[in-house]
């Protein structure tokens, strides 16, 4: 992987992960303050939001930092789209507010839904100009907005808590988001939009591939919600919700940022085969190092974990960890190696891999739903994921110029030691007497064993370029500074 890939993901990782740290402190501090029907009733309006905000989606970022030739008129065009359709979904999320109430069997989704309109109004108009950053590989810069604006969200929504200690704060917050980052848009970045469609025709051509992507991405990522709110009720929703929040909390933020920096590197290079082969290997052998490291380490440790962070009414929310966790490794190799196909001008592919996935969850998770039981859930879920990731592998080979053999290679020493890792940390039952001091001998114990496997099996199999090789380099340059590493 090249060093400028290398630099933006560190640094959309940087953001993610201070973004993230952020809000897993507010989620601490709501958990206890709020209740799971209060995140329930939320979430339920949430998905909902989520939703209709993907079908009026453009991707006009995207479709701005892909072009090689963007213009004035292309962001002024993107703009003036970007506010279209924050308008659009707004009066969406008015309107379907009532059936969305009946859905879920509860009058407070009509009133969250209203507000929650407010949000993508707001948004609309955020300064199309800060797409640059991206596009300009000036990551350190969309650091800033990202972390400023996550910040000052956080210590509104806690603030409203501790004031109206009910589900309005979690809905103020998002509100109050939305509104930060549009004023802090353009304080740090000098474009000023104006409205055109001049370049409209280009963006879409782009944009409708992706759109249909990403409404695919959303319901794989969110359907059992859907399931769970409409035949458990907002307590069950709420601790399904927080635990797959918990569970692929480290997965997530370890994938999207690398994906958002990926894509504007891979757009470059996408006419070099060679570099493009290299940077997929690259690429699938970091995640799949780092997603099974996290994903396995913490479905092991699952019930000290919920137990700690959230505390005993949580209870119920700890074997869904178990099994989502075991997901969101599965689901975050996926959703890093997606970004390949359109990156190479191949969104039909993945839109027909990601839509063949949300036909086999919808008719899977409603069999599994009727048993009431929502560990089946979970456990159908990372199932399925498990299925068709290698669907997904072959897809970014066939457009790679790769073999399928090659990429499941690389992922075979992290899978290796990911699986022996969850079998000794399952092995034994040493009971300290506190889950931190639990956590505390389980976590080094675990991270000791996923290492030494791992290296092993890459000193087996010939010690092939990844990121054992990039470890140990880094190593050495830093233990015996001025020695020439071959």
């Given at each position: 992987?090249?060093?400028?890939?290398?630099?933006?993901?560190?640094?959309?990782?940087?953001?993610?992960?201070?973004?993230?740290?952020?809000?897993?402190?507010?989620?601490?501090?709501?958990?206890?303050?709020?209740?799971?029907?209060?995140?329930g009733?939320?979430?339920?309006?949430?998905?909902?939001?989520?939703?209709?905000?993907?079908?009026?989606?453009?991707?006009?970022d995207?479709?701005?930092?892909?072009?090689p030739?963007?213009?004035?008129?292309?962001?002024?065009?993107?703009?003036?789209?970007?506010?279209?359709?924050?308008?659009?979904?707004a009066?969406?999320?008015?309107?379907?507010?009532?059936?969305?109430?009946?859905?879920?069997?509860?009058?407070?989704?009509?009133?969250?839904?209203?507000?929650?309109?407010?949000?993508?109004?707001?948004?609309?108009?955020?300064?199309?100009?800060?797409?640059?950053?991206?596009?300009?590989?000036?990551?350190?810069?969309?650091?800033?907005?990202?972390?400023?604006?996550?910040?000052?969200?956080?210590?509104?929504?806690?603030?409203?808590?501790?004031?109206?200690?009910?589900?309005?704060?979690?809905?103020?917050?998002?509100?109050?988001?939305?509104?930060?980052?549009?004023?802090?848009?353009?304080?740090?970045?000098?474009?000023?939009?104006?409205?055109?469609?001049?370049?409209?025709?280009?963006?879409?051509?782009?944009?409708?591939?992706?759109?249909?992507?990403?409404?695919?991405?959303?319901?794989?990522?969110?359907?059992?919600?859907?399931?769970?709110?409409?035949?458990?009720?907002?307590?069950?929703?709420?601790?399904?919700?927080?635990?797959?929040?918990?569970?692929?909390?480290?997965?997530?933020?370890?994938?999207?940022?690398?994906?958002?920096?990926?894509?504007?590197?891979?757009?470059?290079?996408?006419?070099?085969?060679?570099?493009?082969?290299?940077?997929?290997?690259?690429?699938?052998?970091?995640?799949?190092?780092?997603?099974?490291?996290?994903?396995?380490?913490?479905?092991?440790?699952a019930?000290?974990?919920?137990?700690?962070?959230l505390?005993?009414?949580?209870?119920?929310a700890?074997v869904?960890?178990?099994?989502?966790?075991?997901?969101?490794?599965?689901?975050?190799?996926?959703?890093?190696v997606?970004?390949?196909?359109?990156?190479?001008?191949?969104?039909?592919?993945?839109?027909?891999?990601?839509?063949?996935?949300?036909?086999?969850?919808?008719?899977?998770?409603?069999?599994?739903?009727?048993?009431?039981?929502?560990?089946?859930?979970?456990?159908?879920?990372?199932?399925?994921?498990?299925?068709f990731?290698?669907?997904?592998?072959?897809?970014?080979?066939?457009v790679?110029?790769?073999?399928?053999?090659?990429l499941?290679?690389?992922?075979?020493?992290p899978?290796?030691?990911?699986?022996?890792?969850?079998?000794?940390?399952?092995?034994?039952?040493?009971?300290?007497?506190?889950?931190?001091?639990?956590?505390?001998?389980?976590?080094?114990?675990?991270?000791?064993?996923?290492?030494?496997?791992?290296?092993?099996g890459?000193?087996?199999?010939?010690?092939?370029?990844?990121?054992?090789?990039?470890?140990?380099?880094?190593?050495?340059?830093r233990?015996?500074?001025?020695?020439?590493?071959?």
């Amino acid at each position: 992987m090249t060093n400028v890939l290398l630099r933006g993901s560190f640094w959309m990782l940087g953001m993610r992960w201070a973004m993230r740290c952020m809000g897993l402190f507010s989620t601490l501090v709501l958990a206890r303050l709020l209740t799971p029907e209060d995140f329930g009733l939320v979430a339920m309006a949430m998905t909902v939001a989520g939703l209709l905000q993907l079908i009026a989606w453009t991707g006009v970022d995207l479709a701005v930092i892909q072009n090689p030739h963007a213009t004035t008129d292309h962001y002024n065009t993107a703009w003036t789209v970007q506010i279209i359709q924050g308008m659009l979904v707004a009066v969406l999320l008015v309107v379907a507010a009532p059936l969305a109430a009946h859905y879920f069997n509860d009058p407070r989704v009509t009133t969250i839904l209203w507000a929650l309109a407010l949000q993508p109004l707001v948004e609309g108009f955020e300064n199309i100009g800060i797409v640059a950053f991206r596009k300009d590989l000036e990551f350190h810069k969309d650091f800033r907005f990202g972390v400023t604006k996550k910040l000052l969200s956080v210590a509104v929504v806690i603030v409203s808590a501790l004031v109206m200690r009910n589900y309005w704060a979690l809905v103020i917050g998002q509100v109050a988001g939305a509104c930060i980052g549009v004023v802090l848009s353009y304080w740090v970045h000098p474009f000023r939009p104006r409205l055109n469609l001049r370049e409209v025709g280009a963006i879409w051509s782009f944009s409708q591939w992706m759109l249909l992507s990403r409404i695919g991405a959303f319901l794989t990522q969110d359907i059992d919600k859907f399931i769970v709110a409409s035949t458990a009720g907002t307590t069950p929703m709420g601790n399904y919700h927080v635990a797959k929040e918990l569970a692929t909390l480290f997965t997530n933020e370890l994938v999207f940022p690398i994906r958002r920096s990926l894509f504007p590197n891979l757009a470059q290079v996408s006419r070099d085969p060679t570099t493009m082969r290299n940077n997929v290997i690259a690429l699938v052998s970091l995640v799949s190092t780092a997603c099974f490291a996290i994903g396995m380490g913490l479905s092991a440790v699952a019930e000290d974990f919920v137990l700690l962070l959230l505390g005993s009414q949580w209870t119920s929310a700890i074997v869904l960890v178990r099994w989502l966790a075991l997901f969101g490794a599965v689901y975050g190799i996926g959703m890093a190696v997606e970004i390949v196909l359109h990156a190479r001008n191949q969104g039909k592919l993945a839109v027909m891999e990601v839509w063949a996935r949300v036909v086999v969850l919808a008719i899977a998770l409603s069999v599994v739903a009727g048993e009431g039981d929502l560990s089946y859930l979970a456990m159908t879920r990372t199932l399925i994921a498990v299925v068709f990731l290698p669907i997904l592998l072959f897809l970014v080979a066939r457009v790679t110029a790769l073999h399928l053999v090659e990429l499941l290679r690389v992922m075979a020493r992290p899978l290796l030691a990911g699986t022996a890792m969850w079998l000794l940390l399952e092995s034994y039952d040493l009971d300290l007497g506190a889950h931190a001091l639990n956590l505390l001998l389980d976590v080094p114990v675990g991270a000791v064993t996923y290492i030494a496997v791992l290296l092993g099996g890459w000193y087996l199999q010939g010690r092939p370029p990844g990121p054992e090789q990039i470890a140990i380099d880094w190593l050495t340059r830093r233990l015996r500074p001025g020695v020439e590493i071959p």
